[in-house]
């Protein structure tokens, strides 16, 4: 009897073997990667003597609106030497003319002219390198017509990074703070990311960057032959092009509040699944390891809230070491994220730590099942 009581106790007990398991995962990403940023001390590099001239591109493809709010706060930067290209990607609305009456009282911005063809359908990365080429100067800052640096500072932050032959810097763009729960989601999502590709940055390990807030230089992009590895995949002008060029010494990071630009977000659960899905489709080209480290990630992280609901669904009994595992687990989130978050400006969404990590994570992987192999047709 002692002994059938061992094997039931024991068998009963392999639901929250398997959820010890995803547990360790997840902590091990969250206590030795993440923790990387919550322990990183952020620097300002606009106190500098040596500016050097930098180049600012930004693709625009039907971005009248935009162009009008935001592109001021590009050509009024407070710094000494730059230039602004803006490639006008086959506009049909008023963005050629937007741009003719900035460059009228602005002469540091330059127009590079994209017109449609009828046979030839191209993507961003064809005119972001039109613009790079048409770049008079070896640094180069990346942003987005809908995006606002919220600092005159920007460029000199960006700029500044570039010492100890690093070749690539790595900025932060969160989205503007609106009400509703899709919009906490979209920050959550986009402050996550950034958690995750800068604590791998601070590794030496860097994967990806954001298109709206980057800096590499021009002699990089031609030795890595630019975006002809990927070029058949209409995003990914980014991530890709970190995932292909970055190594142990090359990248920097830049993520001082005046460093920081922000961007509009989607604001329809449609739009916002098409923007996920194009990412999604982008990551099939990561190096190997980087698809394995993140898928496992998101994996365990999943199959860590189904073990705790399967757990306490077999064995009701023990339902307190599933909770136990929860609580651990967000506990070490708290813990961790709290430096992180104010480092990154989201520190509201805080409190809304344990519901948009689970939403998330759900949302995230069953976007990327579904779409990680579809062709994408447009790339906006």
């Avoid at 000199?156 to 690093?166: C, I, N, P, Y």
Wanted: proline share 3%; glycine share 4%; net charge positive.
């Amino acid at each position: 009897m002692l002994a059938n009581f061992h094997i039931d106790l024991n068998s009963d007990l392999i639901p929250y073997g398997i959820l010890l398991l995803f547990l360790v995962f997840q902590l091990y990403f969250i206590l030795f990667v993440y923790s990387k940023l919550a322990r990183y001390r952020v620097k300002s590099y606009q106190e500098h003597a040596d500016k050097k001239p930098v180049s600012v591109l930004i693709c625009a493809h039907n971005e009248q609106d935009n162009l009008q709010q935001f592109l001021p706060s590009i050509l009024n930067q407070d710094y000494p030497d730059f230039e602004v290209i803006v490639v006008n990607d086959c506009s049909s609305d008023e963005t050629k003319w937007i741009l003719q009456d900035f460059a009228s009282k602005y002469s540091h911005l330059r127009i590079v002219e994209i017109k449609e063809h009828i046979q030839l359908k191209h993507s961003k990365k064809f005119a972001l390198t039109m613009g790079i080429k048409a770049a008079k100067n070896e640094y180069l800052l990346m942003c987005d017509a809908d995006c606002e640096p919220i600092s005159r500072n920007w460029i000199s932050e960006l700029e500044g990074a570039f010492q100890d032959k690093k070749e690539i810097i790595l900025g932060y763009s969160p989205y503007f703070k609106h009400k509703g729960f899709l919009n906490k989601l979209i920050r959550f999502e986009t402050s996550h990311t950034a958690m995750s590709y800068l604590s791998y940055a601070l590794k030496g390990d860097a994967y990806m960057g954001v298109g709206r807030n980057l800096a590499y230089t021009k002699s990089l992009f031609f030795k890595g032959k630019g975006f002809n590895a990927h070029m058949h995949i209409k995003s990914g002008d980014d991530d890709l092009f970190v995932n292909s060029n970055a190594n142990s010494s090359n990248v920097a990071i830049a993520i001082h509040p005046d460093a920081v630009v922000e961007s509009a977000p989607k604001t329809t659960w449609k739009s916002y699944y098409k923007q996920k899905a194009r990412h999604s489709g982008a990551s099939v080209l990561y190096k190997t390891r980087h698809k394995n480290m993140l898928g496992i990630q998101l994996v365990t992280a999943v199959l860590f809230y189904l073990a705790v609901i399967v757990a306490i669904l077999i064995t009701p009994q023990y339902w307190y070491l599933a909770l136990a595992a929860y609580l651990i687990r967000l506990i070490c989130q708290l813990l961790v994220f709290k430096p992180i978050y104010r480092k990154l400006q989201v520190a509201d969404l805080l409190v809304w730590l344990p519901l948009l990590d689970f939403y998330y994570y759900f949302y995230i992987c069953f976007n990327g099942l579904f779409n990680r192999k579809k062709k994408q047709k447009t790339w906006k």
